[in-house]
Every structure is written in C-alpha cells, then in structure tokens.
C-alpha cells in the first residue's frame, strides 16, 4: 500500500519543475529562515503567490521544503548573534550563542545542522509509518489535556532559570502578565488595551526580535571595542559528523519528542524545543552547565524543532487540522490548487501526501549539504567587527518586525521589548522564560477556562482524566525538583560566604 | 504558451488603446479613465488564511482584467483595527479598497465602537458561507428535532463547541435555541479560536455539536464522521440536498443570517466610481478562474452590487445589535 503510494507520486515528481522546487525550497528557505520576523508560516505566505501558475505538486513540494529550510535556518543567526531566526530558535540560542562566545561557532552550527538532518528525517519516517492514525490519537486532545500539557510546557522554566529560580518565575510571570493583553480569548472582552493596535494582543515577533535579538544589539554595542574573539579550527567535514558521537542518545530522544509533541494540535516548533530543552536538563549529567554552552542543549533544541515539521504535517495530511501556523497556511495553498487536506487527501490525491514524504527526505542532504559546507562561511561573521555586525542586524530586527506585521506599532514593540531585554540582561534575568510564558500564556488560560466552562466550574474536571493527572503531577514534581535538590548542597554553602 | 497568451493579450489592449478601460466594463462612462494606477487592496487578516488566500487570487484575476497592478496589503493589526484605519483615512476615490466579514459589524458594536456602517462604503458583497449544525455520525442526533430533545433531556450538560460567544456562528446557535424555546443557559457553549477549532472539538468527541461551515467539514461529512443536521439559509444547499433548513424543521430562524465576504473602500464615494468598481468586481467574480474557485472552496457564489449590499448590512447589523444585547455583549 504505502509502496505503491509513493511509486505513484514519484511518478507524478519525475519533472525538472519539482527538482526546481526541491532547490528552490530549500534555498529560499534559507534566506526567509535566517531574518528575523521571516517564520516559515510568513514565508510561505510570501511564495504561495508564486505558485498560481504551478501544478499541485510541484507548489507543495516548493513549499515544504521551504518550511522545512526555515526551520533550520533560523538556528544559523541565533547562534552567531544570539538572532533566532524563527522563533523556536530562540531555545537554540541558548546554549548555541554561549559555545559561539567560547568561540566554538563552527561547532555550534556544524551540530545544528546534523541534528536538524538526523531529527527530519527521524520525524519523517515517524510520520510515514503512523500518518494515518496518530493524528486520531491528537484529537483526543480536549481542554483538559491541552492544558495539563501546556502546564507542563511551563513548568519547563525551572529548565531555563539559570542561576536563580526566582529570576526565572519573574520572567515567566512578566510574560504571563504579557500575554493578559489583548482580546480576551473567550468572551472577547478587551483587557489593558490603551492603544487599538493591542487589540489582537501584543505582536510574539516583534517581542520576541526584540527580547533576544535587538538587546544583544545593544550589548554589542557596549562591547564594540572589544576584539573578535579568536575562532577554533573545524576540523574536516568528516570530523564534522564525528562531533556528534556523544550526543546520539539525546538526539534520538529529542527527535522523537518533538515529534509527537508537535503532532498535538497547536503545539508547533516553539513549545517543542522548549520541552526537549528543559526534559534533556532534567536527565542530563550535567545539567549546571545548560546555559552556558553544553552542546546538548543545542541538540535538544533544534532537534525538537526540525522533527515538528513532520510532527505538525500528520494532523494536517489525515484530518485536515493544522498542527502549526505553517501547515495552517499549507492548507490554503493547497485547497488554492483544488486539493482538500482532510481524511479522503489519501483516497482523492494520494500523489499529495506522498510527494510530500519524498520532498521532505530528498531535501535533507541537499540541506545537510548546504548547511555544513556553509558553515565555513557563516563562521566568519564571528569575526567581522561588532560595530559592524550591531548595525546590521540592529537594521534588521527593525525591518524584520515591521514584515512581520506590516504595521509600524510592531517596531515599537521591538524596540520596547529590546530596552527592556537589555536592562533584564543587566538584572540576570533571562528572556527565555518570557519567551516561554508568550508562547503558552494564551494556550493554557484558554483550555482552563474551557476546561471549567465544560463542568460547570468544578475544579474536580482536572483530575478525572488519568494522563491529564500524570501532567500536571510531573509538572508539579519538575516545578520543584530544582528546590528539592538544591536544599542540601545549599546548607553547607553559606558558612564560608558570612565575613 | 501562457506568456505568449499574456503578450498577444497586452498587444490587444494596446491596439485598443485607450478602450482598454471598456474591458471593465461600463467605465467609459465614468469620466477620466478609472482606474489608471494601481489599486491597493486592504485586507484585515494575516497571509494565509481562506479570507486571504482569496482576496489574493480576486486580487489576481482584477490584475488581469484591468490591467492594473492591486497591492495586497496585510494589515492585521487590532483585529481590524489597522485596516479600518487605513480605510476611513483614504480619499474615496477607488484607489483603496479593503476586505470585510460579518465579523466587523460585531467589532463594530464591541472593540471598534469608534466606528459604524456609515464609516465605510459597502462595494460588494462578493461569497457566503451559511451556518451549518453539526454533530458526530455516531451521535443519536438525526434532525434538529432531535438536537432540541437532546438538549432538554440533558438541560444544563450538553457541551457545544464553537467559535467564541458573540460570534455569527454563536449567534446563530442562540438563535434556534430561542426559536426552540429552550433557555440559552440549557447547553454549555465551550468557546474556541476559530469556527475550525469546534469542528476538531467535535471531531474528538470534546463536544456533541458545533455550528460551522460547509467547507470545513465536508471531507469530515463524506468519510463518514460528521453529519450535517441542519442548515440556516432560504433554501437547501446544492451540496447538500438532504439537509433540510432550520426553518424547514419548524424553527423559525433569519435565514439570511450568514457568514459572508464582501469589499468596502472609504465613505463617500462618487457613484461613478463606485459604479465602475462594482462592475469590475462583478466581472471578476464571473470569470471562470473566481467561478472554479469558489466552488472548489465549497463557499457559496452570492454578489450583490452596492446598492444590494448596503441593504443587507443594515439588516445584518441590526440583527447583529440585536443578539449582542440579548447575550450581554452591548448594553
């Protein structure tokens, strides 16, 4: 059955149009993925009026690749100038900034890349063997689920704290306060709305630009005089995939993970990182030195991140339910062009699926490829001044966030958030944990709400459901193991610092 | 081939030189050639969506026909708040024109008051999506005789999932249950993001009906897991010719309350112009391109030129104050 699937798509792909679309994909997305502001779900946006005059085929196959591509490309800037350039990149910039700033960039990169390789590829065998019924398993999903995992999605800032765990809930709460602003979900009653432009809440890019990347703008700029830091040799491009030898098991499990998160609806890239992040903290052998460059956060990260394309692609191929922003503009690309995504796609237009399946494992190497032997020239971005690099992307975040919206109160959000970055950063506050609360402020206010509308306001709906119950008690255990732990080797520590 | 037709067509309309504005229709009339620059379409949505994704390809097929450049411009701020900005501060003279749904009569009685109908010209009403009541195929409810006997057997615990309260698809819940007599507070209306979000509700099982659209659950109706048990409008859907209407079954319900997709442009218009735009949208919305496209979207085919259009809005704004109050959204 699945053989003779993709026998039929291939024969539909033998065309130079969809080779064209393949490289065009993947270039494109490189580009799109690596502003700032440019997410794959813009992107795609952008091009879906470029493939009027293409065949069904062709246009999908153009644009998964390019959702594909961005996904990757956003890790490139946030590991060179802590720019994610989409925003589940902000998780990689992490720890991929910090091994940059030991001046290990080549590295860095070299390993996004292979485990945004290993992770699609992963993600999409995943999605070929179970495309037709894990999708089914998604829409078990109610209100009480989605906000037992959401929760847990938030207990992930004690993964993200740092040094301070009360630093780390200040930011979260300021987002959480953050993501109160706008139309209420439910009711649609406005709340702290004093300008029209806040209406549709506070603008995620244009925060999220400004959090991370117009306040390393600023801080580049204190720093300008300093010399580039010295960058180490990368070794050969074989040596290259031998970096990740050690970091097998991580990637195994971050790929997997991110995969079925994503296949949840509504749960894309972003909350996926997160997860994968803050989980490898959690069993990591060393988890003290996440944040501070340890490559497997970096793995964690982005290999969550790239398996979701293939996670986000299930629900929409069998059910026609957008698991992410991006599929959900796929699907009106493809109904553009006739095709309805939903449960009769594999029966109607078989060749659709499957071509996708092809696009997304023929355009690995050509990504891989392209992302290791780029490496050697993105890596010396590293040692362009930093008066001139600040500028650049200084101009770029502007104009990032004002595409991303096209309105101009978007630049004012970027550069409200960028000063405030800028002054946590002084404070030891990381964005992270803002960033996280943006993310799932909305989600988790909204499936408890839904969740008490459905009982009629009996808090007791929360524990009839028993994998609802395992959430929230794993997010409660992870909420306070850093406490827990850190209790007796805290004991001893204050003796010596009492002068 | 198709750049070939392309240029044999733009040497057509050269030979014709300044007849070219004939092709649009009764706008020789209209005085100075309109339009002879581009047009920038405004639309309050992001790239992407349904609204979107056809306004674009409208956008498209107007390009061709006129052979003036539209400009899609996306301004999806404050819920249409950046849009209507854009709008009310543009000179009527045709050159800026912008998308409109139900949804901004609602806005315009609850976050956008600074606003009314009179705000805007009303050019053309261009699709309609009429409100459909869904359940599961496996649900007992057959007809919407059964749904009302549901619910009341049930008062108080049936859950509904649907787009947020005080939207169309909500108001059109509350109206069947009023024509039904059964108190609003007999169902618990669970509300979600999109009219699609209570479809995906239902469809697993969080929910025992929803109030949608044709297109959103077609595919789900033909593969066997939802069922359609009633439809708000004149009369049946083509598609659908085994769906009576809600009034059909006994409920008396505005049948004209629908979803629909229109085009405004700033207040005071001349008629002139207004008058060309209209034809050069109508015209559009013929052309076999628009004509494949709303139907392979499942929308409903339903123009109405200004003067039509303007009617309608006054009566889909009243009924819409009407229901707000009703549910406490306007006082």
Redesign the interface.
Known sequence: MIGQGFLFALHHMESWDVVAGLVGGTLAGYCIGSIPGLSS??G???L??FT??MSPITSIVLLVTLYMATEYAGAIPAILMNTPGVPAAAVTALDGYQMRLKGEAGAALTMSILSAGFASITGTLLLIGSSTWIASVA?????VKYFAIAVLGLSMVSSLSGDSMLKGFIGLFFGLAVALIG?D????V?RY?FN?????GVGFLPALIGLFALSSVFSLVEKSADMPAPLKKLPSVSGQVGLMRPYLGPLARSSVLGFLVSVI?GHGATISAFISYGFQKRISKRPETFGHGNPEGLIASEAAANASVPGALAPMLS???PGSAST??LI??L??H?V?P????FTRNPEIPYSIFIALIVTMPLMVALGLAGTRLWVRVTQVPRSMIAGLVGAMCLLGSYAS???L??VWTTIFFGILGYVLQKAKIHPAPIVLALVLGNITE?NFR?SL??S?GHLSIFVTHPFAVACLLVALAVFLAPFVRRAPAAAPAPAPSTH | MRLRTWLSLFAAAGLAGGLAATLGGGVAQAGPAYPDHPIHYVLHVSPGGATDVMARKLGSVLQKELKIPIVIENRPGGRGAAEMAIITHSKPDGYTIGSATSTHLAEFHQTLRQYNIHSVTWVARLVTDPYLFVVPAKSNIHSMKDLAAAIKADAGKMVVAGFVKGSGANIAWEMFMSAAGLPASDVNWVPYNSVGGGVTAVLGGHGAATVAYYGLVKDQVAAGHLRVIGVIAPKRLADLPNVPTVEEQGYNVPTFWNQWRGIIAPANMPPAILAALDADIKKAMESPDMQAYVKNNSLQYDYAGSATFDTFIQQQDKVTLVWLKKLGFVK
Do not use: E, K
């Open positions: 779900s813009i795609i946006a952008l879906i009026p009027y005059g829409l078990a999903f109610g209100p139309t979900p439910m009711d649609g406005p709305v029209d432009n806040l209406l549709s609806p059910l026609g339910i959900a503009v009106g690309a109904t553009l006739g309805q939903g449960p009769l796609l919206q096209n309105d109160f978007a909204s839904r509308i459905t009629r």
